[in-house]
């Protein structure tokens, strides 16, 4: 699943980073799994459906208006840290893999099956050290996604030896999915991540 070899998906990327982006700072990341379907695999941009992508970004957009749980989630924790404005000053979102991945007409993460897996770290290797190239802050760094996502990165960043910590926060979808009644204390756990990173990486 690769969005950017559409042109109306590059167009909005270079918006969105034009809007937020246009500088030399250098950033806390945060590192998601893969795109799924509805997000980033749609819009280019990770953990931003088409409608926060229009509604809380102000880039509009031709594709269907349908929130994803994921971005619903994450544009909760960026308005509650003081909005998309404020938030992408400090943080990069990004994923272990900028591709994504289906089977069977779903959505599937790239440690789902070991062969996948295996395929992809020599790429997942060399975009990794393109996107810290970018201007990550390398004291702390947050790994979305708890389980075998933190699993993964952890061995990775043990081999690159690119992030002195990283934070594991639980995924999004989890969250939306199986805890969304207690959804405002994961908000806080978020930003106490974030507020954290931010603390170790600037100090």
């Known amino acids: 699943m690769n969005p950017f070899k559409k042109p109306e998906v590059m167009g909005l990327v270079e918006q969105f980073f034009l809007k937020y982006f246009s500088d030399h700072n250098s950033r806390s990341f945060l590192f998601g799994i893969n795109p799924g ?33 994921s971005s619903l989630f994450i544009y909760q924790v960026i308005e ?11 943080f990069f979102v990004t994923a272990i893999s900028p591709l994504g991945f289906t ?52 061995q990775l960043n043990d081999s690159l030896k690119i992030f002195e910590e990283i934070i594991p926060l639980d995924h999004p979808r989890f969250i939306m999915q199986y805890r969304r009644k207690v959804v405002g204390e994961y908000v806080k756990k978020y930003l106490d991540a974030l507020n954290y990173c931010e603390s170790q990486n600037l100090s």
């Open 80 to 90: 509650a840290y003081g909005g998309p404005e404020k938030f992408y000053k400090s």
């Open 37 to 69: 379907r509805h997000g980033a695999g749609i819009t280019g941009i990770s953990f931003t459906d088409p409608v926060n992508l229009e509604e809380k970004c102000g880039i509009k957009n031709d594709f269907d208006k349908k929130h994803e749980l």
């Open 103 to 154: 089977k069977n007409g779903i959505n599937i993460n790239y440690y789902d099956e070991k062969p996948l897996q295996q395929s992809l770290e020599p790429f997942i290797n060399e975009t990794m050290l393109k996107q810290v190239a970018l201007g990550a802050r390398r004291k702390c760094a947050i790994c979305i996604g708890g389980g075998k996502n933190y699993k993964f990165m952890k």
